[in-house]
């Protein structure tokens, strides 16, 4: 089992209903506040058991600016233990490697 770490901004309305859509009750959510003491986030822990189709389509959807039908996302990154891995200017191959890298990086720490 892996933990796919997600942070967006607190008043993230469309990918928090995506989220609920796509992952249900399987998630974990933590309020964050930033170093300024002002923006808050929220971590989302979202289980999985490995990468699928359905997992990087909804990454390169929401994440990125190619996949995403807006021209400017809110403030989106997957969370891992070196820090935030913005995705916002990769096309769907790229993520799909980060994505690998990333649960492959969750075996070796263990």
Avoid at 79 to 105: M, R, T
Wanted: charged share 25%.
């Amino acid at each position: 089992m892996y933990n796919l770490v997600i942070s967006l901004e607190q008043n993230d309305f469309e990918l928090k209903e995506a989220l609920d859509k796509n992952f249900g009750k399987n998630l974990k959510y933590q309020n964050i506040k930033n170093f300024d003491g002002l923006s808050f986030f929220i971590n989302v822990i979202i289980p999985i058991s490995g990468l699928t189709v359905q997992i990087v389509d909804f990454i390169y959807t929401h994440f990125t600016k190619k996949g995403s039908a807006k021209k400017e996302l809110p403030k989106r990154a997957l969370i891992s233990k070196d820090g935030i891995i913005g995705l916002e200017n990769y096309d769907a191959e790229e993520v799909q490697l980060i994505l690998e890298n990333y649960l492959k990086n969750q075996i070796n720490e263990k």
